[in-house]
């Protein structure tokens, strides 16, 4: 068996173990989602190649607003994060994307650690990156609901500095 479909079988044994529905949409190239608790789902591609493992997985659209503080906040995240960086796409979508040596990162202990960095990384930084990008949407959305008497349940992260204004 070559090392690309070692691979391959380690990653579907893998996603099979924790029990992650996934798609394996081309060979060697897997979607799913990790569960979360802020962000509630985080999609990811895992995508083997002959000499790497791909790890891409989206964190939040393009902000609204305050894109200096938010891209700031994101390269200063980068300095502590293991195997995955931020990244933005050509949309200005945010991003946590890795290439890891194929050799290493197929085994369960690496996916063990660098998926867990993604969905530990993704759902700590959800929040912050909703205040730092998108205060006006979210403020206009609380003035709304409570206006009208509306649940603000899914803004209670966001209370503190909401009520402080």
Known sequence: MSETEAARQAVR???EANELDHEETAEGMFSFSLPGERKLQTPVRLDIGPHALGVHAF???NPDENH???YRWLLEKNLRLFGVAFAVDHHGDIYLDGRLPLASAATDDALDRILGTVLA???ESFNTLLELGFATSIRK???WRIARGESTKNL???RG???QS
Do not use: I, K, N, S
Request: proline share 0%; hydrophobic share 50%; aromatic share 20%.
């Open 59 to 61: 964190v939040c659209r």
């Open 161 to 163: 500095w909401l009520e």
């Open 141 to 143: 959305e609380w003035e």
């Open 68 to 70: 200096q503080g938010v």
């Open 13 to 15: 044994q893998w996603l």
């Open 156 to 158: 209670e992260a966001f």
């Open 121 to 123: 990384t993704a759902d």
